[in-house]
């Protein structure tokens, strides 16, 4: 019997299928507590992270979750990252900007603070030699650079003797076109870098006041999350679902990064699908790992660190489910790795088509975009799925709970206990 027919058998085993009702009251509690400014975008000042992991093992404990290693739930590592201590200031010719509405520090910034004088990039400087040696002859030291976006990118191509020059400045700005998009950055620049909406900006700036206060911490302690279900049939083989819990943190306590979408939104489906499964009358054939991950907006740390030290082998693993930014679903799921494991996929397809839960399921190839890629590359077959249309807010402070639309969250979650009964069927 071939793979596609055995998930075609497992399909027809698994219906008609027993819909699920959610506790939606529940949902938005849990994504109301994470993105609440007592955790602080869940980030690395204020303990954010940590408040958040404590938060998650809770709830892991008050479901009967068992953890992997030894008694702990905790898995912890350390990693470098750079944190904006204080919320920003920007005044441009005596008008103070609003940070997070008309402004942020990039997540990279240098300490600094002071009046400077605005100097816009010459952009001859990329085209030609003559300009480029009249603008770098300038005295830089007391100067704020304005680039835009783009010119970021070419700035970075300029020669070594240049760039130099430029780390003389006392602040950079970045002119954003549309959106103020943050990340979370391992390295600390050698001047302090706001970046500003185009829009928010003077028309002929001449002075700014400024202050960033920053910190590189070498050795920031975090933590992955992970609760156990014993499988009560075949508990050597372990589906997981994962989901990072982490976001961008804050900028001082005036300023912080909700991640109601991004992905408080994701780490609710994670805790759904753990309290559905630690019920007696769900308990699942196969046994269950619940993985929450931290440092995903680091570069996937959280997930990179338990590939490499895995608490059971990753052979074991039939099947992991990603879960990031399901907080929408009116324009249907996208599915990363859909093109990678075609057979899944089509299972998938047929299970949302049989109960019409969603409009669409489209799918991707491989990306290394969440916490399924080092998986993936570790050989564990995996699907990072994700919602489509509903809300635009990403990466910024527009993310937060009362404008996620939670659209479709409850057909998400009976599509993916449907797909992992199909699963467990199979074999």
């Given at each position: 019997?071939?793979?596609?027919?055995?998930?075609?058998?497992?399909?027809?085993?698994?219906?008609?299928?027993?819909?699920?009702?959610?506790?939606?009251?529940?949902?938005?509690?849990?994504?109301?507590?994470?993105?609440?400014?007592?955790?602080?975008?869940?980030?690395?000042?204020?303990?954010?992270?940590?408040?958040?992991?404590?938060?998650?093992?809770?709830?892991?404990?008050?479901?009967?979750?068992?953890?992997?290693?030894?008694?702990?739930?905790?898995?912890?590592?350390?990693?470098?990252?750079?944190?904006?201590?204080?919320?920003?200031?920007?005044?441009?010719?005596?008008?103070?900007?609003?940070?997070?509405?008309?402004?942020?520090?990039?997540?990279?910034?240098?300490?600094?603070?002071?009046?400077?004088?605005?100097?816009?990039?010459?952009?001859?400087?990329?085209?030609?030699?003559?300009?480029?040696?009249?603008?770098?002859?300038?005295?830089?030291?007391?100067?704020?650079?304005?680039?835009?976006?783009?010119?970021?990118?070419?700035?970075?191509?300029?020669?070594?003797?240049?760039?130099?020059?430029?780390?003389?400045?006392?602040?950079?700005?970045?002119?954003?076109?549309?959106?103020?998009?943050?990340?979370?950055?391992?390295?600390?620049?050698?001047?302090?870098?706001?970046?500003?909406?185009?829009?928010?900006?003077?028309?002929?700036?001449?002075?700014?006041?400024?202050?960033?206060?920053?910190?590189?911490?070498?050795?920031?302690?975090?933590?992955?999350?992970?609760?156990?279900?014993?499988?009560?049939?075949?508990?050597?083989?372990?589906?997981?679902?994962?989901?990072?819990?982490?976001?961008?943190?804050?900028?001082?306590?005036?300023?912080?990064?909700?991640?109601?979408?991004?992905?408080?939104?994701?780490?609710?489906?994670?805790?759904?699908?753990?309290?559905?499964?630690?019920?007696?009358?769900?308990?699942?054939?196969?046994?269950?790992?619940?993985?929450?991950?931290?440092?995903?907006?680091?570069?996937?740390?959280?997930?990179?660190?338990?590939?490499?030290?895995?608490?059971?082998?990753?052979?074991?693993?039939?099947?992991?489910?990603?879960?990031?930014?399901?907080?929408?679903?009116?324009?249907?799921?996208?599915?990363?790795?859909?093109?990678?494991?075609?057979?899944?996929?089509?299972?998938?397809?047929?299970l949302n088509e049989q109960q019409q839960y969603l409009p669409?399921?489209?799918?991707?190839?491989?990306?290394?975009?969440?916490?399924?890629?080092?998986?993936?590359?570790?050989?564990?077959?995996?699907?990072?799925?994700?919602?489509?249309?509903?809300?635009?807010?990403?990466?910024?402070?527009?993310?937060?709970?009362?404008?996620?639309?939670?659209?479709?969250?409850?057909?998400?979650?009976?599509?993916?206990?449907?797909?992992?009964?199909?699963?467990?069927?199979?074999?």
């Amino acid at each position: 019997m071939n793979k596609l027919y055995t998930l075609f058998f497992a399909l027809c085993l698994a219906t008609p299928v027993v819909l699920q009702a959610q506790d939606m009251a529940r949902v938005r509690q849990t994504i109301d507590t994470l993105t609440s400014e007592s955790m602080y975008g869940r980030g690395y000042t204020f303990s954010g992270d940590l408040k958040a992991a404590e938060y998650i093992k809770n709830r892991f404990k008050e479901m009967g979750l068992q953890p992997l290693a030894g008694d702990a739930y905790f898995q912890e590592f350390n990693f470098s990252v750079n944190r904006i201590m204080e919320t920003p200031q920007l005044q441009v010719n005596g008008k103070t900007l609003v940070p997070g509405q008309d402004f942020v520090a990039r997540s990279s910034s240098a300490s600094g603070a002071g009046n400077a004088e605005v100097l816009p990039l010459d952009t001859l400087i990329f085209t030609d030699a003559e300009a480029a040696q009249k603008f770098f002859q300038k005295k830089l030291t007391n100067k704020a650079l304005v680039y835009s976006q783009q010119e970021q990118k070419r700035l970075a191509q300029l020669p070594a003797h240049f760039q130099q020059q430029l780390q003389q400045t006392k602040l950079h700005i970045i002119l954003q076109p549309k959106n103020l998009l943050t990340t979370v950055a391992k390295q600390q620049e050698a001047v302090p870098v706001l970046e500003v909406l185009q829009s928010a900006w003077s028309q002929q700036p001449q002075q700014v006041y400024f202050k960033v206060e920053a910190d590189l911490n070498p050795q920031h302690q975090t933590q992955n999350v992970i609760g156990y279900i014993p499988g009560s049939q075949q508990p050597d083989s372990v589906l997981v679902f994962s989901a990072h819990y982490d976001h961008l943190g804050s900028q001082g306590k005036g300023l912080y990064f909700p991640g109601a979408n991004d992905n408080a939104s994701g780490t609710a489906m994670l805790l759904e699908l753990a309290q559905h499964y630690s019920q007696p009358t769900n308990r699942p054939k196969y046994s269950m790992a619940f993985i929450a991950f931290a440092a995903e907006e680091a570069g996937l740390l959280g997930s990179s660190h338990y590939v490499r030290n895995p608490l059971f082998p990753l052979r074991q693993i039939p099947f992991l489910l990603n879960l990031d930014l399901l907080g929408t679903g009116d324009e249907g799921l996208m599915v990363v790795n859909g093109k990678v494991h075609e057979q899944e996929f089509q299972l998938l397809q047929r299970l949302n088509e049989q109960q019409q839960y969603l409009p669409q399921i489209k799918s991707r190839g491989k990306a290394a975009n969440s916490d399924h890629y080092p998986f993936s590359e570790a050989g564990v077959p995996a699907f990072f799925l994700y919602t489509l249309g509903g809300t635009a807010a990403y990466h910024n402070p527009q993310d937060h709970a009362g404008q996620l639309p939670l659209t479709k969250f409850s057909e998400v979650f009976n599509l993916i206990t449907d797909f992992t009964e199909a699963l467990m069927t199979m074999e």
